[in-house]
């Protein structure tokens, strides 16, 4: 049984940071390719950010590129998104999401593996 964990979300400050990270167990992640998603109220989940395990390729949505960073270690099968510069706009809940290959894919019904969600709420 696949099981993904976030951590890491929080109140802050607009042009604050956060770290968010996202723990994997249960499952050989070896080919997985893993995603951030988020979903303001209201609205549909959104793709943030994917990176592949092997080779590390990433991928970012034009809203987040050059202020979040996705990376990963793999010994802790542990992936993570450093938020900088935040905005209010950037509030929403965050989830994990993974997929069993290799390959970076921005759509949500591509991913088989969810966390739960951590909220990140900025305020203005």
């Known amino acids: 049984q696949v099981q993904l964990v976030e951590s890491g979300g929080g109140l802050v400050q607009a042009g604050g940071s956060l770290r968010l990270s996202c723990a994997a167990s249960?499952?050989?992640?070896?080919?997985?390719?893993m995603g951030w998603f988020r979903q303001a109220p209201g609205k549909e989940r959104e793709f943030v950010s994917a990176?592949?395990?092997?080779?590390?390729?990433?991928h970012y949505a034009d809203s987040v590129k050059g202020r979040f960073t996705i990376s990963r270690d793999n010994a802790k099968n542990t992936v993570y998104l450093q938020m900088n510069s935040l905005k209010p706009e950037d509030t929403a809940v965050y989830y994990c999401?993974?997929?069993?290959?290799?390959?970076?894919?921005?759509?949500?019904?591509?991913?088989?593996?969810w966390g739960q969600g951590t909220q990140v709420t900025v305020s203005s």
């Open positions: 999401a993974g997929r069993w290959t290799n390959s970076i894919a921005t759509s949500r019904s591509e991913y088989g593996y």
């Open positions: 990176i592949t395990w092997f080779g590390g390729k990433t």
């Open positions: 249960g499952g050989t992640f070896s080919s997985y390719t």
